[in-house]
């Protein structure tokens, strides 16, 4: 008697690099919909401030549109016990962020003399894909932590371990 065992259960779960490759999609939506927010509201600031400090603007208000977007869209499925945690977390990383973005930005525009505002939006462009690579690692690793997952293998290990009676 000869028994196939199928690779791949309708039940199955999703593999690591499915599941890797969904939240990055799903986190580059929400990074592409707050870097129109962001430049919708840098280019009418960049007429009346500074570059550096109309980014900084700009991107707190893309900021606080972001954490709609990864909360309850992308990691809607993490941890919702500590919220407050959470978006102190996300402020912070948020605010490194913005440091690091700036910091790319400053470096671009006055390192190369270059302040016109169509060089201001291509090195922001840069500065927002520097910063993204570091919010991404920051926030799936401390921010949005996963509630972790029923896994049906240690479940029915655990069944059996709870059900093992030591005593002959």
Sequence with gaps: MTTTISAESPAAPPSVLRRLINELAK???VGIVGVVVQLVVLVPLLDVMQTVRANIVATL???ASNYVGYRYWVYRDADKKTRSREIMLFLL???IGLVVQNGVLYALTYGLDMKSKLASLAFTIIGIGVATLFRF???RTWVFK???AADPSLAALTAETSSFD???
């Design 146 to 148: 996963a509630v972790p």
């Design 27 to 29: 986190f580059g939506v």
């Design 137 to 139: 690692w920051s926030y």
């Design 61 to 63: 208000i893309a900021i």
């Design 166 to 168: 030591p005593q002959p």
């Design 93 to 95: 990383f948020s605010g």
